[in-house]
């Protein structure tokens, strides 16, 4: 009898270990997803993968949301490159924060960063950061300053193959206070209580943009510190919140720096709406500039 036993403790040993094997692994990977969920949950932002993340080196896209933007616009956008199969991001802007609250952004930002680094994964697979309005403009400046910065805790943690700017940026200032005021008053739905923002924004905002550091320079550091890789500008004439002339300031910026320019001004279109009312343009930019920063990543892998 106690040989029997023995014999079989044997044989149950290593397969009792295997299947608790089994189910710790399934434990820690469900784990490891409901963390990460809970890590975009907390920031309103949507991760949409097209392939294996564990073997995947395409690009990553992290798409920047406008104030206010709503996940399903943003989700047109974040298709052109899902359908290239391209790993996607998206997240909105808050005007409140954008505005009145940067240190707020700057901490959004991070935790987003966090995210684009857990997203790339055990391979360094290239992002492209694609920026709506200030809102997205403002998330792009805090990232760039945290993966730029010698000594930061995100130093180096992503590789930017290419930026994309669309209605942006613009010199916050006194001059843009009504265009500030009415973006965030439209998020209220309530008549009375836009009335009374619409004061209130008349007696906060002013000092604000005039003594917060981070708005004043905002402009002038991006301005000085491109992340080096090619950029596409996409912007109008006709645009109420960001005039045509801010934005070519900072191309020519940029320029003088040595980096790689696309650019495409349409003389009539609206704020964020050139998708909308030219597609076959908008996409063709947007697909050759793509292609371009793909084309420099397999050029250099070759030297």
């Not at 989700?75 to 490159?81: D, L, P, Q, R, V």
């Not at 500008?233 to 790689?260: M, S, W, Y």
Request: aromatic content about 12%.
């Amino acid at each position: 009898m106690t040989l029997v036993f023995l014999r079989a403790r044997k044989c149950f040993t290593p397969c009792h270990t295997f299947r608790q094997f089994l189910l710790l692994h399934h434990r820690r990977t469900m784990s490891e997803s409901a963390d990460f969920q809970a890590k975009c949950k907390k920031i309103g932002a949507v991760v949409t993968r097209t392939g294996s993340d564990s073997e995947s080196t395409s690009p990553i896209v992290a798409l920047l949301g406008w104030n206010s933007a709503q996940d399903q616009h943003l989700a047109k956008y974040s298709e052109i490159f899902e359908q290239k199969g391209f790993d996607t991001v998206r997240i909105p802007a808050d005007p409140f924060n954008t505005f009145l609250r940067p240190n707020s952004v700057k901490k959004i930002s991070l935790k987003l960063l966090d995210i684009l680094v857990e997203m790339k994964s055990k391979h360094d697979r290239p992002f492209i950061l694609y920026s709506f309005s200030m809102g997205g403009f403002m998330v792009y400046h805090f990232i760039n300053q945290a993966i730029s910065t010698p000594g930061k805790q995100h130093f180096n943690s992503l590789h930017v193959i290419g930026c994309i700017f669309d209605s942006c940026p613009h010199f916050p200032g006194m001059q843009s206070l009504k265009g500030i005021q009415s973006t965030i008053v439209e998020t209220i739905p309530n008549p009375l209580f836009k009335v009374a923002m619409w004061v209130g924004l008349s007696v906060v905002a002013p000092p604000v943009f005039l003594f917060n550091p981070t708005l004043k320079q905002l402009i002038s550091v991006a301005m000085a510190s491109p992340l080096g890789c090619p950029e596409l500008f996409l912007f109008c004439n006709t645009d109420r919140l960001v005039p045509e002339k801010d934005v070519q300031i900072f191309i020519n910026a940029h320029k003088k720096k040595g980096i790689k320019l696309f650019s495409k001004c349409w003389e009539v279109s609206g704020h964020v709406q050139h998708y909308k009312n030219y597609p076959e343009e908008y996409l063709r930019e947007v697909n050759t500039f793509t292609a371009y920063c793909l084309k420099q990543i397999s050029t250099a892998s070759k030297l």
